[in-house]
Structures are given as structure tokens and as C-alpha cells.
């Protein structure tokens, strides 16, 4: 915007972004006078600023972990607005343990968006579940103190993600008596 030398306009404050009418009145000597107006448009083309952090989140009893998009942002800022935030995922199973890049995606008020990567960690720190089966009694074998080819019955065991293996401290060959079984 230029006016004639000696014009003297002095914008009394900075214009918001947006649209903004002006009226521009021009007085000569005598006191007429004579205006216009126009719009004067300022756009916000500035990305956001993303921050982004790193965050760790543990499975629930049912194999199950989410987060918002403001769990993994760190200060995300615009220069005029505030912010709005997603996150490329937000729901994780026990398919998703360990590490995981999350893009959280900052959108400022005009549109302009900006972007971060964080990592995810996804734990499970809940233990499995194991019930014992019952007692086994069997009788020694003919003529010897002992017993060998004994059933061992089958626990039962569960996990919110899944059992990895089951194993025991069983023996080739019981002696009579009891034996404990872990």
C-alpha cells in the first residue's frame, strides 16, 4: 500500500488475520473531503509447530492399550491459533508389544498443518494365570520302590496377550512317596 508523498497515514494497529475493511478518507485544505474503502486480506500460511514424545502405555487384562493425540504431543504451538491434534493410531494390542512410530499430525485455525514422529513402547507387564490340576496318585510299578511313566495331568493357564509355553519339573522316575511338582 503506497500513498502520495506526504500523505501521513500511520496504521493505527496491526491487522488480525482474516479479512479487515479499510476506509481511507482523504481532507484537503478547505475541509472537503473524500473516502474509499477496500478489504485488506491477511492469510495465516505459517505450519504449526509439532513437538512431539516418546511415551510408553501397558496392555489391560484384555490384551488392549489406547492413547489420545495429546499423550504423545510436547508443547505443539502456532503462531496464531491454537492447535488440534491426531494421531495416526491410537488403539494397540498385544500384537503391537514393543515399539511403534506414531505420527501426530498439528492443524493450526487456517488449515496449515505440521508433522512429528513418536515412539510408542508397548508393554505388557500383567502375568499369565495358571491353575494346577489335581493330585495324582498312581502305585509303584512290580517289584521296584518307584514309578515311571506317570500322566501328569494339564494346568490351566491363560493370559490377556497369550501363553508362551508350559513347562514342569517333572521326573523320568517317582519315588514312592510325594513328590512336589512345580
Known amino acids: 500500500f503506497s500513498l502520495p508523498p ?8 496491526a491487522f488480525p488475520v482474516g479479512v479487515t475493511n479499510v476506509t481511507v478518507t482523504v481532507t484537503d485544505a478547505s475541509g472537503n ?10 492469510l495465516d500460511d505459517e505450519a504449526p509447530n509439532a ?13 488392549n492399550a489406547s492413547i489420545v493425540a495429546a499423550d504423545i504431543d510436547n508443547g505443539s504451538t502456532d503462531n496464531c491459533s491454537t492447535v488440534t491434534l491426531a494421531a495416526s493410531t491410537t488403539a494397540f494390542t498385544c500384537a503391537d508389544i514393543g515399539s511403534n512410530s506414531v505420527t501426530l499430525t498439528v492443524t493450526d485455525g487456517s488449515g496449515n498443518t505440521a508433522t512429528c514422529a513418536s515412539t510408542v513402547t508397548v508393554a505388557d507387564t500383567i502375568s499369565p494365570t495358571i491353575t494346577c490340576p489335581t493330585d495324582v496318585v498312581v502305585s509303584n510299578d512290580p517289584g521296584v520302590c518307584s514309578a515311571t511313566g506317570v500322566v ?8 490377556n496377550c497369550s501363553v508362551a509355553s508350559v513347562t514342569d519339573n517333572g521326573l523320568v522316575t517317582y519315588p514312592v512317596g510325594v513328590t512336589n511338582v512345580i
Open 152 to 159: 501328569l495331568g494339564t494346568p490351566t493357564t491363560g493370559d
Open 33 to 42: 473531503s473524500s473516502s474509499c474503502s477496500y478489504t485488506t486480506t491477511i
Open 51 to 63: 513437538v512431539c514424545q516418546n511415551i510408553t502405555v501397558f496392555l489391560d487384562g484384555a490384551g
Open 6 to 13: 506526504g500523505a501521513g497515514y500511520t496504521p493505527v494497529q
